[in-house]
């Protein structure tokens, strides 16, 4: 199977080949990366009851897939850059059925929790470099939107998890949550077939720079500095409420509604399923208010009603379900309909390119570094100070991220052209 990088020594699918459906081959690795980590935030209530273990150790699990997921996003963004993004998509998804299975058949938690580690890499490359490849795939005018659509649909991912736990836990609790993982590693088998077939991006191709000195040189030239310096950052802060709630919010309902580990996969599928809305409002509006402004407003909302959930579960203590559905469905909804899509699509949409995957992979792995901050604290204030604490961090960190979205310089492209991205010119890089 050749992996050089001109596109007409790769096999491509006769026919039927098409940038929409390369772009739908390419993204479904992120519904996929989407299902597995709600899949793991299910079985950590189980876990927990069968192995005896902690609120701040169930969650490391969670955290070992973000750690994996931060090595992913660092070092595939680069070699994407210096060798081609289809070698690096076929390559995470072998390795993602792998690891997958390990995971669904781990005897301890020693070996599972190695197992998240390789997942959390596996998942790591796919965001790493799907975004670029869909950009430089896609044409010009169309790229940002099939980003866009690409994050509409992970959604689905997350909530397939938590209904399949659901089900599962329900109806075998003792090993519900295996079947759980592994039914991402058979989801994964066909687009593993899939992904052998598609060909490098031509803009890659005539963009690509001659050694991995030359691509790091070029991604922290003053040009780009300040713009991936203010992506990341805003990437942390989303990402330390977002992957922190959401690798334990069956965790968090079953605990707060004092229900199964079934049931708070059941709540967390009724308050998840508020983002396919908000993402589908994200599609729609991005393109009459701009990145930032829907960015900044998806982060207040965001912050606000997680603060108001941790506070009064501070101070009042137990809160009837309602309540807590509510606020963290609108905390969801504000999110969904926003960072969740804007922080993601920046670097794709911003950078030449050259140096697309390596900011994509940068930005991505502030998000995990920010994702395991988050899993970290609240692990460990649940245990001290109960979950209202931890929620109170999650809250104020999307605050931040407010903050910092403001500084996003004024006239990027991404203000210019909110959905922009694309099929490259003949020099390699994305119109400006």
Known sequence: MSCSGSPGRHRRWPALGSWRRDSVIAGAG???????????SVALDPLGQRWHLSAAVATSLGTATLVGMLLGSLFAGVLSDRFGRRRLVVADAVAFVVTTVVSAAA????????????????VGTDFAVVFPFVAETAPRARGGPAML??????NFGTL????????????????????TLGLGAVAALPLLAARRGLSEPVGWDRARLPSVRAILASAAARAHRRNL??????????QVGDQGLGLVLPFLLATVLSASAASGAAAALAVKAVTIPASTVAVVLIGVLGRRRLEVVGFLGRGVTLIALGGLLLVA????GVVAGVLLAAGYFFGAGGPDKTTVIAPADELPSEVRSTGQGLCQAAGRLGGIVGVSVYGVLADVAGPGAGLVVLGVAALAGAAVSL????????????????????AGRASL
């Open 30 to 40: 992120i519904l996929l990366g989407s299902y597995d980590l709600a899949a793991i």
């Open 107 to 122: 005897p301890d938690f020693a070996l599972l929790a190695a197992a998240r580690l390789g997942t959390g890499i596996a």
């Open 149 to 154: 659509w690409i994050m509409w649909s992970a």
């Open 160 to 179: 397939a998890a938590y209904g399949a736990g659901a089900v599962l836990l329900r109806s075998w609790p003792a090993w519900g949550w295996r079947v």
């Open 229 to 238: 310096t203010v992506m990341s950052a805003a990437t942390f802060c989303y």
């Open 317 to 320: 203590g137990p809160v009837p």
């Open 407 to 426: 500084l996003a310089p004024a006239g990027t492209r991404a203000e210019r052209s909110p959905t922009g991205g694309g099929r490259p010119g003949p």
